[in-house]
Nanobody, 135 residues
Framework: QVQVVESGGGLVQAGGSLRLSCTAS????????VGWFRQAPEKEREGVAC????????DYADSVKGRFTISRDNAKNTLYLQMTSLTPEDTAMYYC????????????????????????????WGQGTQVTVSS
């Protein structure tokens, strides 16, 4: 049985930093596309950062580029999200995800989406860790 568990969330002032961690049992992160999604109250869920299969290309939402960094420690089977220069707009529940099937929802013109944020069907999700950024 697969279990994905996030940690590291909390309350931080604007401009501060946090590092989220995610561990998994029952799957190896290096065999999956992995990433972080977030959802704020009354907002749509948003893909934040990801690492794709194969060469492990990364991608980020425009809103976090230059501020967030995703990384993976295969030996520890742990995924990280380093977040810096946090703003109140980053307040959300953050979810660690994994998957390796291509996502047909973003299939168009004979190809799947290039970005790992949309290319994969992330079917394994953790329970989430809350990040709250105060102004």
């Amino acid at each position: 049985q697969v279990q994905v568990v996030e940690s590291g969330g909390g309350l931080v002032q604007a401009g501060g930093s946090l590092r989220l961690s995610c561990t998994a049992s029952g799957l190896s992160f290096d065999a999956y596309a992995v990433g972080w999604f977030r959802q704020a109250p009354e907002k749509e869920r948003e893909g934040v950062a990801c690492i794709g299969l194969g060469e492990g290309a990364t991608d980020y939402a425009d809103s976090v580029k230059g501020r967030f960094t995703i990384s993976r420690d295969n030996a520890k089977n742990t995924l990280y999200l380093q977040m810096t220069s946090l703003t109140p707009e980053d307040t959300a529940m953050y979810y660690c995800v994994a998957g390796r099937k291509l996502n047909p929802a973003y299939y168009s013109g004979g190809t799947f989406a290039a970005s790992c944020l949309r290319r994969y069907d992330y079917n394994y999700w953790g329970q989430g860790t809350q990040v709250t950024v105060s102004s």
